[in-house]
Each structure stands twice: as C-alpha cells, then as structure tokens.
C-alpha cells in the first residue's frame, strides 16, 4: 500500500509537471506572439513618424502640435499649430503648398500648373525616348 502511493505521488507529478510544461509553452508562445504586435506595432508607428510633417515652433525650434487646419485653395492650406514646450506654448499659423513635383500626376488636373524637379523631367524625357525606340520594333513585327 505504502507502494502505491508512492507510484501515484509519482503519477501525480509527473501530471503536474507536463501540465506546468505544456502552460509554460503555452506562456511563451503567447509572449513570442505579443512581442512580434509589438514590434510590427512599432515599425508601423515609425513609418507614420516618417510619413508625418513636421512644423517646428519659430521661437523655440521644438516640434509643434498641428491642431487643425483650412483649406484656403487647391494649393494652399493653413495649419493652426501649437507649440509641445510647455514652456513656451506658442501658438501660430504656417501655410503649407506644393512647391513643384516630383513624379507627374497620373490623373493631372489641368487647373493646377506645378514645375516639375529637373529629375522628373529627365526621367520623363528618358521614358519618352525608350518609348520611341521600342515603338518601331512592335510596328515591324
């Protein structure tokens, strides 16, 4: 008798201990689970940072807090800033405008004329020209 409760004290052990195995891993999965949100979580945050504008206070350079904005024209827009210092606390208006572009439209409104960066150009030229000597070949064949 004395044997057999020994054996089941065993038994019981061994349960607990596969039991206590089992949650663990379990434990760890659900953490390996959580860090890899939480690191997606902060590289889609970093993306969103770099996406951002960022208007700095003129008075003490430190990165303001755009509050809202109007949209005064198809190319200008005013943004009501506040200043993240809390000592200073500056409040002020910026305006923000497209200044030229950098790839062309696809879908162009003729309304809207916005020079186009020297490389924009080049490389508009450079697609045309490649056009053009592909375009022979296809008509030959």
Do not use: G, W
Not at 103 to 129: N, V
């Amino acid at each position: 008798m004395h044997k057999n409760a020994y054996h089941e004290s065993i038994k019981f052990l061994k349960i607990t201990f596969l039991d206590n195995l089992k949650q663990s891993h379990i434990i760890n999965k659900i953490c390996v689970e959580a860090q890899h949100r939480l690191i997606v979580k902060k590289q889609f945050y970093r993306v969103l940072k770099i996406m951002s504008t960022a208007v700095y206070c003129p008075h003490c350079k430190v990165r303001a807090k755009v509050r809202s904005s109007v949209v005064l024209s198809d190319l200008l827009s005013e943004l009501y800033c506040e200043c993240r210092n809390a000592q200073c606390r500056c409040r002020f208006v910026a305006h923000l405008e497209p200044a030229y572009l950098l790839f062309p439209s696809a879908i162009p409104d003729p309304e809207i004329q916005l020079p186009i960066s020297s490389r924009a150009l080049a490389r508009q030229q450079k697609k045309t020209k490649s056009e053009k000597q592909i375009s022979p070949l296809s008509q030959s064949e």
